[in-house]
């Protein structure tokens, strides 16, 4: 809301003066109010009034029915759409766990049965199933910014045949609003693939035919994986088997990828590997591990490390592997039309050939994968995540093309055809209960009545504890302390000489060293923002890349360190390594390993530079000239960087409590 709009509307209410509540104020309201409706009362008690009675915001959500079946209110919004421009979509097919629970309301309306939105039960005995589902479909916008839930069923199972029946009648309904409905996404459970076998379509790699017919306009409605659903069940199936061999008779190996995490001596070889990546038993669902393992960051340290690591010389076909399925996910995920990097653009006029190119070598690639035992992976049990792949891109590619030929589109973005959008929308739907994120069909029906009335909430935090009395926290002002001047801190703080500080520095491994000189090229191009100096930042780049990992890595983006850059890095890894245990990271810390590094620096850094004595500041008490800021500021930011490396560390370790919380949800209780 903004400052003006409530401007006027506070001059309003203490003028006396009454008026209609506007747009941004019924925004405001129902969002503070969907969050936390004790927040909601203390507002409006605070501001007088000023926001809505909490009855009118319940005769607002009663526009909307919101009962199980398909949402008349939502039909209304798509045609206005459509009236307004030509309107393109993708339907988006999952279901949520909901809490098992009867429970009755003032009117005597019972919730927690089974119910399609027929107005009648399908069993009429005793015997009626409570329900454990929620299955909702959701449209998203392809030619603009917008979703909208049409319909949500609550199921305690439902065959694919009758999935079907549900989404066929979907179709109809949306196609007689005007929008043109050209593609389906779901994941890859057995009943979803059922579900459009049985209205045509094929995944069969050999005979493929991954689309159905739209049964009022009869042009090809296509079927996707969720391609975040494929990654997680293409990693499980290399971590799961250890080994698949690709058509080349190389051994791709988890190994290799348990190894490159297990070796990082302090530092990685620029990938975001955890304990996590590699023991995710207990994260099978975390899209972004499995996305992080399969990337090019690990087919790159991978690469790296052969060069530094004998243990690593078959790892080729790993690196490969990983490239391979990060560059398909990418096309799959891309959420803006432009990209730095080739595989990450929407699907346009200019990308297309490569896209397509890719595609056939992409599909050959997968389909002579086997496992040890000689069974091709594509005609096994894990299938799935690698056919869903392939024939995602050739749809994504078949897609942009219908589009293209109607000629309302240029570009295609991928990730609007993908399952987080109601994946984000089902965790709108959990935080409106708090502490409970596992919603009975009441509180179900309930919130998804105010999305629809409202569909800017977002997921909220969950809350650790409850508020049991009226303590409050006083507030603590700190004055502000003067840092001793640095010839002070140098008396105090080093208590050995140079030389002894020097010689008790240990010496870094190659692979260390590598590492070190590939984020001396990050933290010039950071320092580069923060000088003036002209010849400074002459000074910090070099005319060639000294990192192995950053050659590798470098695709014509990454900056290229100077020498004195890389050294000054390297030594600052060593007074690091050194003197990390004996600190608790706090700024004075970092200050003082800013000190120990410059004892240790060789009078020759940066001693050439045409600015080398000028000076950036003169006092009585502390001078400090561009060299020397150039060694601070550099030492500094290094520091920095290592320390929230560090950190992070001392927080990968296994927590309980996600897994239980999944558990409780898939035992709807």
């Known amino acids: ?400 093309n219908v589009l293209i030929e109607k000629g309302d589109l240029s570009y295609l973005i991928t990730y609007k055809l993908s399952q987080d959008h109601l994946e984000t929308f089902f965790s709108a739907l959990r935080s409106h209960g708090g502490y409970n994120d596992n919603p009975t069909c009441r509180q179900f029906q309930a919130s998804y009545i105010r999305l629809l009335i409202h569909n800017e909430i977002i997921a909220s935090p969950y809350g650790n504890c409850s508020i049991l009395d009226s303590t409050s926290i006083t507030s603590i002002t700190t004055p502000q302390t003067h840092l001793p001047n640095s010839i002070e801190e140098n008396n105090l703080l080093i208590s050995i000489s140079d030389e002894q500080l020097f010689s008790s520095i240990s010496n870094l491994s190659p692979f260390i060293e590598d590492i070190t000189s590939y984020i001396a090229g990050f933290i010039a191009k950071k320092l580069e923002t923060k000088l003036k100096c002209e010849y400074c930042i002459k000074e910090i780049y070099g005319p060639h890349q000294i990192s192995n990992l950053a050659t590798i890595k470098d695709r014509g983006r990454l900056k290229k360190p100077n020498k004195n850059v890389v050294k000054i890095c390297q030594t600052a890894e060593q007074v690091f390594r050194k003197y990390s245990k004996s600190i608790a990271f706090s700024k004075r810390d970092r200050e003082i390993l800013v000190l120990k590094l410059k004892t240790n620096i060789d009078v020759s850094i940066f001693n050439q530079m045409e600015c080398v004595n000028h000076n950036l500041h003169l006092d009585l008490l502390n001078f400090e000239t561009h060299r020397d800021f150039l060694i601070k500021t550099i030492g500094l930011k290094y520091f920095n960087i290592r320390i929230f490396h560090e950190i992070r560390k001392l927080n990968d370790s296994y927590k309980i409590r996600q897994k239980l919380t999944k558990i409780i949800h898939f035992k709807n209780e």
């Open 1 to 400: 809301m903004g400052s003006d709009v409530l401007e006027n509307i506070v001059k309003d209410i203490l003028n006396g003066k009454k008026r209609k509540f506007c747009p941004e104020l019924r925004k405001c309201a129902v969002t503070l109010q969907y969050y936390s409706p004790r927040a909601y009362t203390y507002v409006r008690k605070t501001f007088k009034n000023m926001l809505p009675h909490p009855r009118t915001l319940r005769k607002w959500y009663t526009v909307v029915n919101g009962k199980p079946g398909f949402t008349y209110e939502a039909f209304v919004v798509l045609k206005d759409k459509c009236d307004a421009g030509p309107v393109y979509c993708n339907i988006t097919v999952d279901e949520m766990c909901i809490k098992k629970h009867v429970e009755v309301d003032t009117q005597n309306n019972v919730f927690g049965y089974i119910d399609l939105g027929t107005g009648k039960h399908t069993d009429d005995g005793d015997n009626l199933p409570l329900a454990r589902n929620a299955l909702v479909f959701l449209v998203v916008g392809l030619n603009d910014y917008w979703k909208l839930p049409k319909t949500y069923f609550l199921i305690d199972g439902m065959t694919g045949a009758e999935r079907g029946n549900l989404l066929t009648k979907a179709i109809e309904l949306i196609s007689e609003t005007g929008a043109n409905i050209n593609s389906v996404t779901f994941d890859g459970t057995y009943v979803n693939t059922s579900m459009c076998t049985s209205l045509g379509a094929c995944f069969e790699l050999a005979n493929s035919k991954p689309f159905f017919l739209n049964p009022i306009t009869k042009e090809k409605v296509f079927a996707f994986y969720d391609p975040a659903h494929m990654i997680k069940l293409i990693r499980n199936t290399l971590g799961d088997k250890k080994n698949i061999i690709n058509g080349k008779n190389e051994m791709i190996k988890w190994e290799y990828i348990s190894k490159l995490y297990e070796k990082e001596e302090g530092l990685r070889a620029g990938t975001k590997l955890t304990s996590k990546h590699i023991y995710y038993g207990n994260h099978k669902m975390n899209v972004r591990l499995a996305a992080q393992v399969l990337s090019t960051c690990v087919s790159d340290a991978l690469l790296f490390t052969k060069t530094k690591d004998s243990s690593f010389d078959g790892c080729n076909a790993t690196a490969e592997f990983c490239l391979m399925f990060n560059n398909t996910f990418d096309i799959l995920n891309a959420r803006k039309k432009l990209s730095n990097t080739p595989f990450n653009g929407a699907i346009t006029e200019g990308n297309v050939k490569r896209y397509e190119a890719f595609y056939e070598k992409f599909k050959i690639y997968v389909a002579q994968l086997k496992f040890e035992d000689g069974t091709l992976v594509i005609n096994s049990k894990r299938k799935t995540g690698f056919i869903g792949l392939i024939l995602g891109l050739k749809n994504a590619l078949d897609l942009y």
